[in-house]
C-alpha cells in the first residue's frame, strides 16, 4: 500500500499495493478545511468487501465508526492462498480524519489526511513516495471503485462490491 512500488506486487516480492481506504455519503463534491472532516464522512464504509485485480481476490472488512477509529484488514488471495494482507486505521481527532495504513502488520510512518468528500473521497499526502493519493469513487450503496495515484495522477483501480461479511467459525 505504501511500500513505494507502482500497482500490484504479488508473490514473493510482496503484495498488491491496495489502498485501505474509504467512501463518502455525500453526492455532492466538497472541499473543506481537514477539521471539518468526521468519521461519518466515510461510514459506507463499515461492512465486507469483495473484488478482483487479475488473479488476485481481494477480502476487506471495516469496523463500525466507534470511539473516533474505524478499523479495517484486507487479504489478499490467489487460488485460495493469503499472498499478502494488511491492516488500516482511520482516525478522526482535532486535526481532521487521517488514513493510516499498515501494510503487512508494519505502520506507516506517514498518514493520509482526508482532503475532499463527494463522490470520491480522496485522502491525500504528498511527501509519500507512492501512492501520493487513495481515493476511493463511490459507485452506489454496495460498489466502490478505489484506485491509488502516484504524483504523476497515474495508478491502478479496481472494483469492491459489498458482501455479507463472513459468520464467526464455531467454538
Same mark, same amino acid.
Given at each position: 500500500?505504501? /511500500?513505494?512500488?507502482? @500497482?500490484?506486487?504479488? *508473490? +514473493?516480492? !510482496?503484495?498488491?499495493? &491496495?489502498?485501505?481506504?474509504?467512501?463518502?455519503? $455525500?453526492?455532492?463534491?466538497?472541499?473543506?478545511?481537514?477539521?471539518?472532516?468526521?468519521?461519518?464522512?466515510? /461510514?459506507?464504509?463499515? @461492512?465486507?468487501?469483495? *473484488? +478482483?485485480? !487479475?488473479?488476485?481476490? &481481494?477480502?476487506?472488512?471495516?469496523?463500525?465508526? $466507534?470511539?473516533?477509529?474505524?478499523?479495517?484488514?484486507?487479504?489478499?488471495?490467489?487460488?485460495?492462498?493469503?499472498?499478502?494482507?494488511?491492516?488500516?486505521?482511520?482516525?478522526?481527532?482535532?486535526?481532521?480524519?487521517?488514513?493510516?495504513?499498515?501494510?503487512?502488520?508494519?505502520?506507516?510512518?506517514?498518514?493520509?489526511?482526508?482532503?475532499?468528500?463527494?463522490?470520491?473521497?480522496?485522502?491525500?499526502?504528498?511527501?509519500?513516495?507512492?501512492?501520493?493519493?487513495?481515493?476511493?469513487?463511490?459507485?452506489?450503496?454496495?460498489?466502490?471503485?478505489?484506485?491509488?495515484?502516484?504524483?504523476?495522477?497515474?495508478?491502478?483501480?479496481?472494483?469492491?462490491?459489498?458482501?455479507?461479511?463472513?459468520?464467526?467459525?464455531?467454538?
Amino acid at each position: 500500500m505504501c /511500500g513505494g512500488s507502482r @500497482g500490484p506486487r504479488l *508473490g +514473493r516480492g !510482496g503484495g498488491i499495493a &491496495l489502498a485501505l481506504a474509504v467512501v463518502a455519503v $455525500s453526492s455532492a463534491t466538497t472541499r473543506y478545511s481537514q477539521e471539518n472532516f468526521g468519521l461519518q464522512h466515510v /461510514g459506507i464504509l463499515s @461492512g465486507c468487501w469483495s *473484488g +478482483r485485480s !487479475g488473479d488476485v481476490e &481481494l477480502r476487506e472488512q471495516w469496523t463500525e465508526a $466507534s470511539g473516533g477509529v474505524i478499523l479495517g484488514n484486507t487479504r489478499y488471495l490467489r487460488a485460495g492462498e493469503a499472498v499478502d494482507w494488511e491492516f488500516g486505521r482511520i482516525v478522526a481527532d482535532s486535526t481532521g480524519v487521517t488514513l493510516w495504513p499498515y501494510p503487512r502488520g508494519v505502520a506507516s510512518p506517514r498518514g493520509f489526511p482526508l482532503v475532499r468528500v463527494g463522490p470520491e473521497l480522496v485522502f491525500e499526502n504528498l511527501e509519500h513516495d507512492f501512492p501520493v493519493r487513495i481515493i476511493y469513487a463511490v459507485e452506489g450503496p454496495d460498489r466502490l471503485r478505489p484506485r491509488i495515484e502516484g504524483s504523476d495522477g497515474q495508478g491502478p483501480s479496481w472494483v469492491l462490491e459489498r458482501v455479507a461479511c463472513p459468520a464467526p467459525a464455531p467454538r
